[in-house]
């Protein structure tokens, strides 16, 4: 994507720049709540506070640096149109508000974005353009079009008037509760956290800002620390999966920001799965890094007033029902079995009262009787059932043992299989 900023640009990120900014939007996005948390704060150990961007129409934060920029736009540059590269999040953002303000948006996104995400581009009136496997694939496309239609680029973070729109947050955040220690941010290209630490410094020069990336896509980390990095790889948090990490907001993040640190995949799928179920919310993986932060060090956090910002909650339906499956295993209340019985008349139903009498749930029941390990007058079930809690479950299958079945544990992913 062509950046926008020059080498002195970082000046212009300023706090009087995102009033100004809050002062535009008002009305046309958004004022997102930001609320206590007490069931994140119990699983976490600190005082969390929720800053819900996944309430904007379009599902995530884009939306505020998006009309932030569309708004600046000369009238000649809003005739010609916007053209900008996505996979999903600032897509919906520039379709959006440039649909509200009459502009023609144009969007080119890798063919493997998330069809929830492509769908809802086009249904904001945008033109949408699939090429690329790749962000930087779908660039290549971007660029000749913006050429050849003489199309105004809207870059996704690295760009004054985004990080400005981005920052309102932080007003919003402070202006709610003034007294948080620590506000953790998402990072993928930067714009987000360039914002916020732009803002939230200036209201509150103590407030501790904390950015958060996968370890597959570390760039701002590297960036931070002076390290060489590699990013790559397929992660569940694919709005923060940035190679190439903004000009300007590298500047601006080196400047005002306190710390960026790396959470693992599995603990991005935990947050995610948190914030269903005690929550009641949904966070894609690149909305659900904050909270990660929290859970992977939770010293670091505890008994601090710390404010969350679930930037999106973009995510596949089923992406997000595999991951509260594979989370209910790694607690323990899932339970996938495997048992080697004989082939006789009552089996199956013996294996169900014994676990039903413990209070368990039997979900799922498969009976093979072809595989060739198993006895010609032999055969094998495959039985998932629910429990209270890990427990419980290894207590249904002591009780199955003791009552002569051979049992072992199925991992999840061989049961899905």
């Known amino acids: 994507m062509t950046s926008v900023a020059g080498p002195d640009d970082h000046s212009q990120v300023t706090f009087e720049s995102i009033q100004a900014a809050a002062n535009l939007i008002k009305g046309a996005v958004l004022k997102t709540p930001c609320l206590p948390a007490p069931r994140l704060s119990q699983l976490t150990g600190a005082d969390v506070f929720v800053k819900y961007e996944n309430m904007q129409v379009t599902g995530a934060f884009k939306e505020r640096g998006a009309l932030v920029k569309l708004s600046s736009l000369s009238a000649d540059e809003k005739h010609r149109g916007v053209i900008a590269v996505s996979a999903g999040n600032h897509a919906q953002g520039v379709a959006y508000h440039a649909g509200r303000l009459g502009i023609p948006a144009t969007i080119v996104m890798p063919v493997l974005t998330p069809f929830v995400k492509i769908s809802a581009t086009r249904g904001y009136g945008a033109e949408v353009i699939l090429a690329g496997n790749t962000l930087a694939e779908a660039k290549e496309e971007a660029d000749r079009l913006a050429a050849e239609k003489d199309l105004v680029w809207v870059h996704p973070y690295d760009d004054a008037h985004v990080i400005h729109g981005q920052g309102t947050i932080a007003i919003e955040m402070l202006e709610a509760h003034p007294d948080l220690d620590v506000i953790v941010v998402p990072v993928g290209g930067g714009g987000l ?33 002076g390290k060489e990095v590699v990013c790559e790889g397929a992660t569940i948090a694919e709005g923060i999966a940035v190679r190439d990490i903004g ?20 603990s991005i799928e935990r947050s995610i799965n948190a914030y269903l179920t005690l929550q009641r919310t949904i966070a894609e993986g690149a909305g659900a890094a ?33 991951i509260v499956v594979r989370e209910l295993a790694r607690d323990g209340k899932l339970v996938s079995i495997r048992i080697d019985t004989p082939d006789r008349p009552g089996t199956l139903g013996e294996i169900a009262t014994v676990i039903g009498d413990m209070q368990g749930n039997v979900v ?17 079930l495959d039985v998932s059932f629910e429990a209270f809690d890990r427990d419980h479950g290894e207590r249904i299958v002591a009780a199955l043992r003791d009552r002569g079945f051979v049992v072992r544990y199925l991992e999840i992913g061989e049961r899905m299989g």
Do not use: Q
């Not at 732009?198 to 996968?214: C, D, Q, R």
């Open 193 to 225: 956290i360039a914002g916020i630490a732009t803002a939230a410094k200036a209201l509150k020069p103590t407030v501790e800002v904390i950015g958060v990336e996968t370890t597959l896509y570390p760039g701002m980390w590297g960036a931070f620390y």
């Open 364 to 380: 799922d029941v498969e009976h093979h009787r072809l595989f060739l390990n198993v006895p010609a007058k032999g055969a094998t």
């Open 290 to 322: 904050g909270l990660a932060a929290l859970l992977s060090d939770r010293e670091r956090f505890e008994g601090r007033k710390v404010g969350l910002v679930l930037c999106g909650g973009n995510i596949d339906p089923r992406l997000l029902s595999k």
């Open 247 to 266: 000009v300007l907001t590298t500047e601006v993040v080196k400047r005002t920001v306190d710390d960026v640190v790396l959470v693992s995949e599995s």
